[in-house]
């Protein structure tokens, strides 16, 4: 079956980095996306990868390893903005985003 | 109107009655989706368009019916409310000419609560 696993919380000061994980098993694979979530609010578009490594976008980076079904969210500089959920959504073979429960990021002053 | 609109914004529904949730584009997208959001799992598909006049089902299509009559409108219906369906509803849309692999933008979401 198909199978998306992430953290369900983390928490990071003001300031500091941090590395949300990503692992994933689905059904063929056409790239993954990341996104962000605020309470009460739609998702918004972070990043997309479809080759294995590391790209780069301001103070958000994500990675990918399709090898290992692997993917990481890096978020630097972390504000207080930042708190918000982040959805891994892998793309399966038929095109559709299989999506992750989510991380709740909470950032601490 | 810029992006994608959704209507209403919340709504409190008694089981067994019929609900229209209206999403709008204006971005002249070719494919649109319905998703559901519970507590706790991730975003479900429910019913998607690739292109106007076309529609499929997602993951969890039962008790859902969508229509595609042009490209910026995609209403899903609950033909009669169950309390399962009680879900924050969001409505999205994506290019739809990369090959299936574009960007999915998300409307603003509908709170329904069905009793």
């Known amino acids: 079956g198909q199978n998306i696993d992430q953290p369900t919380e983390m928490t990071a000061t003001e300031g500091a980095i941090v590395q949300i994980n990503c692992t994933y098993q689905t059904s063929g694979f056409n790239g993954l996306f990341w996104y962000q979530q605020h309470a009460g609010e739609a998702p918004t578009f972070l990043s997309y990868?479809?080759l294995d490594g590391l790209e780069e976008k301001g103070r958000f980076s994500s990675f990918l390893s399709r090898s290992k079904g692997y993917s990481y969210l890096l978020l630097k500089e972390l504000q207080m903005k930042d708190s918000a959920s982040y959805l891994c959504a892998p793309m399966d073979s038929n095109y559709q985003l299989i999506w992750g429960a989510g991380t709740k990021l909470i950032i601490k002053p | 109107i810029a992006g994608i609109t959704q209507a209403p914004t919340s709504q409190i529904l008694a089981a067994g009655r019929r609900m229209t949730l209206r999403c709008t584009q204006d971005m002249r997208h070719n494919a649109m989706y319905w998703y559901r959001q519970d507590l706790g799992l991730g975003l479900r598909l429910i019913h998607y368009?690739?292109?106007?006049?076309?529609?499929g089902k997602g993951e969890v299509p039962d008790g859902y019916s969508v229509s595609r009559a042009n490209t910026d409108d995609f209403p899903l219906t609950l033909a009669s409310a169950v309390p399962s369906q009680t879900s924050v509803y969001f409505c999205?849309?994506?290019?739809?000419?990369?090959?299936?692999?574009?960007?999915?933008?998300f409307g603003p979401g509908t709170r329904l609560t069905v009793l």
């Open positions: 368009s690739n292109t106007a006049g076309t529609t």
């Open positions: 990868n479809v």
């Open positions: 999205a849309s994506s290019d739809g000419t990369s090959g299936g692999t574009d960007t999915q933008y």
